[in-house]
């Protein structure tokens, strides 16, 4: 049973390496590995969450560009994510978001007694500033996963003093031609 923690701990600290490095492609160790990631994060994740009787949300555009001038077969996923605070005029400075989690499942059907292929891909959000009550980000860059796919969202919302809140939303993956 120790041995079993022990690589639990050190195959964790591989993970916490790797995302805290910024790597911006998939990550797909081993057919369950992904999969506990993805669960873990959604299991954290709120649609919603309320802060100083503030209710903040997001919603995300993800979409590969396939027009006749970008590269052969398309590009990676772009990302358009707008975190919406409710009951303010303005978007609280002291909350922020630079990491998000997209999540690919891999498969339609879902057989319960397997874990579906699971991919994951981290990114480090640009700001593209606040507009009244909604804070703007976007990201680039990400795998080229087939268009039409639902694919889940988990951004890390950290408030000035340290507090950090995940934020879950759910599209799909459009195009653009």
């Known amino acids: 049973m120790e041995k079993m923690i022990s690589k639990k701990i050190i195959v964790s600290f591989l993970v916490l390496s790797?995302?805290?490095?910024?790597?911006?492609?998939?990550?797909?160790?081993?057919?369950?590995?992904?999969?506990?990631?993805?669960?873990?994060?959604?299991?954290?994740?709120?649609?919603?969450?309320?802060?100083?009787?503030?209710?903040?949300?997001?919603?995300?555009?993800?979409?590969?560009?396939?027009?006749?001038?970008?590269?052969?077969?398309?590009?990676?996923?772009y990302a358009a994510i707008t975190i919406i605070a409710t009951n303010v005029s303005i978007f609280p400075d002291y909350l922020d978001s630079d990491r998000m989690w997209v999540i690919y499942w891999g498969a339609e059907i879902w057989i319960p007694e397997e874990s579906p292929p699971t991919e994951?891909?981290?990114?480090?959000?640009?700001?593209?500033?606040?507009?009244?009550?909604?804070?703007?980000?976007?990201?680039?860059d990400g795998p080229k996963w087939d268009v039409g796919i639902v694919l889940h969202i988990v951004l890390e919302l950290v408030r000035s003093n340290g507090e950090k809140y995940f934020l879950q939303s759910h599209c799909v993956l459009e195009s653009t031609y």
């Open 120 to 140: 994951i891909w981290f990114t480090k959000l640009e700001d593209m500033g606040i507009e009244q009550n909604t804070l703007k980000k976007r990201a680039s």
């Open 18 to 77: 790797v995302v805290a490095t910024g790597v911006t492609v998939p990550i797909l160790y081993r057919p369950n590995f992904s999969y506990n990631i993805a669960i873990d994060l959604l299991r954290e994740a709120s649609e919603r969450i309320i802060i100083n009787n503030m209710s903040i949300t997001v919603d995300a555009f993800l979409w590969r560009d396939f027009m006749p001038v970008v590269e052969e077969g398309g590009t990676g996923i």
